[in-house]
């Protein structure tokens, strides 16, 4: 078993939490009150506690190139077929879930927010993880980030095999000239448009990043190539400043740090268990949203510092949910990964 890393366990717990609370804040009536009775936090969960995605996507580029590298003699087609069927039955029951818990509340609670029920149009696009290509609505609120990840990874995947050579130092060279040509254009042009945050170029430059950021860790001459990166994207924003790009740049500098300094950080063991349950609690939350914003409207409960109670009932519960979902498809997911290893790997 690989060494885990504790401080991107502890980062991605602390990030998919902030997740949980923002949608505890939008997609739930207790929203209103919580604005009045923590017009602060209710202002930071708002905008600053969903720009942390982009946290997710550096982190994400990081492990997806390290995996990379490790998977030599596998095919573009294996290594993306694999991700799908890790992403999936767990995505797959949450939209289920989702779907039947809007069902069942929407004769007394139906807010705009829950998806009517889809055609067969919309479950294809689903299942296929490219809904946002066609206008399909996302069912869940976590199903873009799933679909965006897969679709970096299938690029990702595509770069490192294309320039995978039997000398490993050759091959890592060109990875790492493709990514730094690739990161400021991506960063410079498709964070720049707006109407692109549901495609995956848009988030090219972030996910690049932490893939940059992975091939340069034992690879010291290539490192100052990451810096100069790094530096070129820093004076970028000096003169045009955007949240989530600095976000992203100081996530991948703390990350490129870590590895130069080689910080020990042995984390409590609930961080590693949380952090496993990380991906449920993300695509799993949104329909338990929707069943306690359901409660709270058939009660009638109300005031601030009900609500303030709610928010954190909310997150906690969100955490128990991802646990059942991930004891539910720990057997699938297993036996789905048993099922591939076993089959012929494509050339």
């Known amino acids: 078993m690989r060494p885990r890393h504790g401080g991107i366990d502890l980062l991605k717990v602390v990030c998919a ?46 492990l997806s190139m390290q995996a990379l590298d490790r998977s030599r003699g596998r095919s573009w087609w294996s290594l993306v077929w694999q991700r799908y069927l890790r992403l999936m039955p767990m995505f797959a029951l949450s939209v289920a879930v989702t779907l039947l818990m809007g069902w069942w509340v929407r004769g007394q609670y139906a807010p705009d927010f829950v998806t009517p029920w889809p055609g067969w149009a919309d479950l294809l696009a689903h299942l296929t993880l490219t809904f946002d290509w066609w206008g399909s609505p996302a069912i869940s609120a976590g199903a873009w980030y799933v679909a965006i990840d897969f679709q970096l990874y299938v690029i990702l995947a595509l770069v490192a095999l294309a320039f995978r050579q039997p000398e490993l130092k050759t091959s890592g060279q060109w ?29 090219l430059g972030s996910y690049g990043l932490g893939a940059l ?12 190539l990451l810096w100069a990166v790094m530096f070129i994207l820093a004076l970028d ?4 400043w955007r949240d989530r790009q600095a976000l992203a740049l100081a996530t991948a500098a703390g990350l490129c740090l870590w590895d130069m300094w080689r910080v020990e950080c042995r984390m409590p063991l609930w961080v590693a268990r949380a952090n496993d349950l990380s991906y449920a609690l993300f695509v799993g939350h949104f329909g338990m949203l929707i069943g306690l914003g359901a409660w709270w409207t058939a009660h009638g409960a109300g005031g601030p510092w009900a ?3 709610y928010l954190w009932v909310a997150a906690g519960l969100a955490w128990v949910w991802a646990w059942v979902l991930q004891t539910l498809c720990s057997g699938s997911g297993a036996w789905l990964a048993r099922y591939f290893a076993t089959r012929p790997r494509w050339a």
């Open 237 to 240: 924003l000096c003169l045009d």
């Open 213 to 224: 950021v992975a091939l340069t860790r034992k690879r010291p001459r290539e490192r100052k």
């Open 307 to 309: 609500a303030f109670i």
């Open 175 to 203: 990875r790492v000239a493709w990514l730094v040509m690739v990161v400021p254009v991506a960063t410079w042009v498709f964070s720049r448009q707006p109407a692109l945050d549901a495609f995956a170029p848009y988030f």
């Open 17 to 62: 939490q902030l997740i949980v609370l923002h949608h505890a804040l939008v997609y739930a009536p207790p929203g209103l009150h919580l604005t009045q009775l923590w017009p602060h936090l209710s202002a930071f969960l708002m905008e600053p506690g969903r720009w942390v995605v982009h946290v997710f996507l550096v982190i994400g580029g990081y």
